[in-house]
Nanobody
Framework: QVQLVESGGGLVQAGGSLRLSCAAS????????MGWFRQAPGKERQFVAAIDWTGSSTTYSDSVKGRFTCSRDNAKNTVYLQMNSLKPEDTAVYYCAGGSYYSTVSNDYDFWGQGTQVTVSS
C-alpha cells in the first residue's frame, strides 16, 4: 500500500504562489502515475493536474493551465504542485492521488492523501 501525505497548503493573497508537496511511502511510487484534485465546499472533487510515472507527461485542467505546474522527484518519492497567480476560486482542499493509470478521472486512482487546505483571499 502506498501512503500519501500532502503539505504546503495555507492562506495566500490573490496573485500569490504556493507549492504543494505530496510525499509517498510504503510502495512503488516510482511506477505510479500521480494526480492532483481539489474540492471546494459544496462542490464535487475536480481534476487539477496529472503526471505520468516518468515525469515526462503532464496534463492540466483548463482552469489552471499556464498557472500551475506539476512535477515529481522519484528519488525523493515526492510529487509537487507549483501554483502561481492564485485566484480566490482556487480555494479548496487539494488532494494528491496515485494509481496505475495516467488519468484525469478520480476513480482511476487507487491511493489518496488526506488533503491540504489552500485558501486564496481577494
Amino acid at each position: 500500500q502506498v501512503q500519501l501525505v500532502e503539505s504546503g497548503g495555507g492562506l495566500v493573497q490573490a496573485g500569490g504562489s504556493l507549492r504543494l508537496s505530496c510525499a509517498a511511502s510504503g510502495g512503488a511510487f516510482r511506477y505510479r502515475h500521480m494526480g492532483w484534485f481539489r474540492q471546494a465546499p459544496g462542490k464535487e472533487r475536480q481534476f487539477v493536474a496529472a503526471i505520468d510515472w516518468t515525469g515526462s507527461s503532464t496534463t492540466y485542467s483548463d482552469s489552471v493551465k499556464g498557472r500551475f505546474t506539476c512535477s515529481r522527484d522519484n528519488a525523493k518519492n515526492t510529487v509537487y504542485l507549483q501554483m502561481n497567480s492564485l485566484k480566490p476560486e482556487d480555494t479548496a482542499v487539494y488532494y494528491c492521488a496515485g494509481g496505475s493509470y495516467y488519468s484525469t478521472v478520480s476513480n482511476d486512482y487507487d491511493f489518496w492523501g488526506q488533503g491540504t487546505q489552500v485558501t486564496v483571499s481577494s
